[in-house]
């Protein structure tokens, strides 16, 4: 009886360290997976995190991009309608009796602003065109009305908002009664210029 006791002693001895060894080996297996799969998570997620930070980053940059490029190409239709418009009072002019050159103050000849080989820039409220020079790239930013009646509109008014938008006309001879109308928007989106360039045929049609 003395010796089953001491033998039950000796086992429940041998059971604890048995168990503590277990516990401690457990405890550390424990610690040590959790760091790694913590360090793996954290990992994961900083490039989720960066990988969305780059995508927003390149829909604002195209998002801002096409919004450039829809007022760029609206600026250029103006200035086309404004020397249609100018082509189209000279039509009337004839027509009223005192005969006028088709492209009466734009290229009738070498003294007009927009004389091919120059270039020019037309404003939408002056209806004038005014000559910037031989060469692209010397004509004044466009300006913006922020208030008033004529909220929204571009142009050379004192006063208005400055924008990042150039604009600039250069008309090419083609035949008589034809002629190419050039306008080139140029504008800088950060560090990197941009270009919009749209050309569209304009006829005599009092010819």
């Known amino acids: ?48 995190i960066l990988a969305g930070f780059t995508a927003v980053q390149g829909s604002l940059k195209n998002s801002s991009l096409s919004k450039d490029q829809i007022v760029a190409f609206f600026l250029a239709q ?10 189209d009072e000279n039509a009337l002019i004839s027509l009223g009796g005192t005969p006028t050159h088709w492209l009466d103050r734009l290229t009738e000849d070498a003294s007009e602003p927009c004389w091919f080989g120059k270039v020019c ?14 060469t692209a790239g010397n004509c004044p930013v466009l ?14 008014t004192a006063g208005w908002t400055a924008t990042r938008f150039k604009r ?13 109308v050039k306008v080139t928007i140029t504008w800088n989106m950060g560090t990197l210029p941009q270009t919009l360039e749209v050309k569209q045929l304009l006829f005599n049609q009092g010819g």
């Open 143 to 156: 300006s913006q009305s922020i208030s008033g009646g004529t909220i929204g509109l571009y142009g050379y």
């Open 168 to 180: 600039e006309v250069q008309f090419e001879d083609i035949r008589p009664n034809e002629v190419y």
């Open 1 to 48: 009886m003395i010796e089953y006791t001491n033998k039950r002693i000796k086992r429940s001895k041998q059971d604890k360290k048995l168990f503590a060894r277990l516990v401690s080996f457990s405890s550390w297996d424990i610690r040590g997976f959790t760091l790694v799969e913590t360090l793996v998570a954290v990992s994961i997620l900083s490039l989720s």
């Open 121 to 134: 820039r037309v404003d939408y409220l002056k209806q004038t065109p005014v000559y910037c020079g031989m």
């Open 78 to 87: 103006e200035a086309i309608e404004v020397v249609k418009n100018i082509r």
